[in-house]
T-cell receptor, first 111, second 117 residues
Framework: GQQVMQIPQYQHVQEGEDFTTYCNSSTTLSNIQWYKQRPGGHPVFLIQLVKSGEVKKQKRLTFQFGEAKKNSSLHITATQTTDVGTYFCAGANNAGNMLTFGGGTRLMVKP | ETGVTQTPRHLVMGMTNKKSLKCEQHLGHNAMYWYKQSAKKPLELMFVYSLEERVENNSVPSRFSPECPNSSHLFLHLHTLQPEDSALYLC????????????????FGPGTRLTVT
C-alpha cells in the first residue's frame, strides 16, 4: 500500500532560524496536503498542492510539490515561537479520495 | 473553531467496559472519518463514511464498531478494549469523499483522549 515518510521526526531551532520538513511517498500522488497540529490540539489544514512542481507561499511558509509528484517540502523562514507544533503531510492516492498521513515533524523553537 | 465537536474529551475505561465516542459536524459535509493517533504512530485512518455509508475499513479490530446515523453524526462504539488501544481518537469531516485531482481538506475535531486501564 501507499506509504508516506516524513523527515526529520523532530527539529529544534533557535527563534529566527529556518526550518524545513520533507515528505516522500512510495507512489505517485494526485495531490498532497499539509496540516499543523499545535501541542494539545488537533490537525488543522494548511494547504493543498496539486500540480507537478507547484510552489505556494503563505507568509513565511513555502510549500513545494516535486516534479514527479512523489515528494514535497515545507520551509519556514525565520521561525517564531508561534510556529511550534507538529507538521504533517498527507498524500492522496490517484483517485484523490484517500489520504495517507506522514509521521509528522515536531518543531520546537527556542526563544 | 473547526465546526467539528467530539465528546467526551477524555475517557478512562476498563477493559471490560462498553463506551461510545461521539462526533458531530456542523459544516454540512458529506464525509466523516475516524482516526487513531498514538505517540508511536502517525494518524491512522480507521473508518470512512460517505453519505452515511461506510466506504473504508482499514482492518480495524472488531472491538471498535462505528455508526453513522446521519451525515452530521458519527459514533465509535468501544468494547473489551486493550491497553494498547489508549490513544487520541480524532474525528474529521470533509465536503465530499470522492474527488477528481483535488482532494477535499479535512476538518478535525478536538479528539477524545482515551485511556484503557
Amino acid at each position: 500500500g501507499q506509504q508516506v515518510m516524513q523527515i526529520p521526526q523532530y527539529q529544534h531551532v533557535q527563534e529566527g532560524e529556518d526550518f524545513t520538513t520533507y515528505c516522500n511517498s512510495s507512489t505517485t500522488l494526485s495531490n498532497i496536503q499539509w496540516y499543523k497540529q499545535r501541542p494539545g490540539g488537533h490537525p488543522v489544514f494548511l494547504i493543498q498542492l496539486v500540480k507537478s512542481g507547484e510552489v505556494k507561499k503563505q507568509k513565511r511558509l513555502t510549500f513545494q510539490f516535486g516534479e514527479a509528484k512523489k515528494n514535497s517540502s515545507l520551509h519556514i523562514t525565520a521561525t517564531q515561537t508561534t510556529d511550534v507544533g507538529t507538521y504533517f503531510c498527507a498524500g492522496a492516492n490517484n483517485a484523490g479520495n484517500m489520504l495517507t498521513f506522514g509521521g509528522g515533524t515536531r518543531l520546537m523553537v527556542k526563544p | 473553531e473547526t465546526g467539528v465537536t467530539q465528546t467526551p474529551r477524555h475517557l478512562v475505561m476498563g477493559m471490560t467496559n462498553k463506551k461510545s465516542l461521539k462526533c458531530e459536524q456542523h459544516l454540512g459535509h458529506n464525509a466523516m472519518y475516524w482516526y487513531k493517533q498514538s505517540a508511536k504512530k502517525p494518524l491512522e485512518l480507521m473508518f470512512v463514511y460517505s453519505l452515511e455509508e461506510r466506504v473504508e475499513n482499514n482492518s480495524v479490530p472488531s472491538r471498535f464498531s462505528p455508526e453513522c446515523p446521519n451525515s452530521s453524526h458519527l459514533f465509535l462504539h468501544l468494547h473489551t478494549l486493550q491497553p494498547e488501544d489508549s490513544a487520541l481518537y480524532l474525528c474529521a469531516s470533509s465536503q465530499e469523499f470522492i474527488a477528481q485531482a483535488n482532494s477535499y481538506e479535512q476538518y478535525f475535531g478536538p479528539g477524545t483522549r482515551l485511556t484503557v486501564t
